[in-house]
Every structure is written in structure tokens, then in C-alpha cells.
């Protein structure tokens, strides 16, 4: 319960500022990619574990979010926190949450609806790359980090 209430609240700080960018249509579509993203991730951390099962629009959630920070990096959540400060401490928790098994949580579900996310409101607006470049980068990190963690071996 806590998880869906900690989704279903960060869903109503991003959500808003995705459709009033890319429109309702663009929203629904990055939501489904990002779900798809989330599970695609999950399906390769645990192709091979047959006993895994998980359920969830985590990973959807998460593209929202990524999307909301490249779209509006000024935001603030809660008043106080950066947009793009929660969202990469976020997937350095994800990360961290794979790497450990923390909780009964889809962390890489997270990981890759954030990805998902990223791409596809690049797709949709790619002036984000020239206008927050900064941004841009800042949240391509820790995407770069799992990557290369996952090549090592380390996840």
C-alpha cells in the first residue's frame, strides 16, 4: 500500500506537467512505452528466474517522471526538492534497489520506464536536448551508470 501511495502521489506532481506539454494522446502513449520499458528491463534481470513474478505500473510512473523533469527541470516537489535532484536520486535508489533486492519492489521496473521515458519525450520534443542540455545530461547519467554496471557484471 505504501508503494502504490507513494506512486499514485509522485502520478499527480508529474502527470500534469507532461499533458499540459505533450497533450493528453502523447501522454497515454509515453505512459505505455514507459510501462513497456519497465517490464522489458524486469524481463531480462529475471528471464531466468522462473519463480520471479511482479505486478505493477511502476515503470510507467517512473517514465513520467523523467519525462516531467526534462519538461519542466525548474520544478520543485514538495516545495523544497529540485525536480531533477528527485528524479536522479531516484533511479541511484532504483539502482541501489537492484543491486541489494531491497523490498518486494520492481527496481529495475523503475529503471526502465525511466529510460522509456527519457526516449520518448526526446522523440516528442527534442528541443529539450538544445533548451536543458544541462538537464539533458544530468539525467543520462545514472541511466549510463546501470548500463555500465549491468556490462560489468555488478547487477
Known amino acids: 500500500m505504501q508503494h502504490l501511495l507513494f506512486n499514485m502521489l509522485t502520478l499527480y506532481f508529474f502527470a500534469n506537467i507532461v499533458v499540459s506539454a505533450l497533450g493528453s494522446v502523447s501522454f497515454v502513449v509515453l505512459y505505455i512505452v514507459s510501462l513497456l ?30 519525462s516531467g523533469i526534462l519538461l519542466l527541470p525548474e520544478m520543485m516537489i514538495y ?3 529540485p525536480g531533477y535532484i528527485f528524479g536522479i536520486g531516484y533511479l541511484i535508489y532504483s539502482i541501489y534497489g537492484i543491486k541489494n533486492k531491497v ?7 523503475h529503471f526502465g520506464g ?16 538544445y533548451e536543458e542540455p544541462i538537464t539533458v545530461i544530468a539525467l543520462l547519467i545514472p541511466i549510463i551508470i546501470l548500463f555500465v554496471l549491468m556490462k560489468l557484471g555488478k547487477i
Do not use: C, P, Q, W
Open 37 to 66: 520499458g519497465g517490464n522489458f528491463l524486469s524481463y531480462l534481470f529475471h528471464k531466468d528466474e522462473y519463480h520471479y513474478s511482479a505486478i505493477g505500473a511502476s515503470g510507467a510512473v517512473s517514465g513520467v517522471i523523467y
Open 79 to 81: 516545495g523544497i526538492i
Open 103 to 109: 523490498g518486494n519492489i520492481g527496481h529495475d521496473a
Open 114 to 129: 525511466a529510460v522509456a521515458g527519457y526516449l520518448t519525450t526526446i522523440l516528442y520534443d527534442y528541443r529539450v536536448i
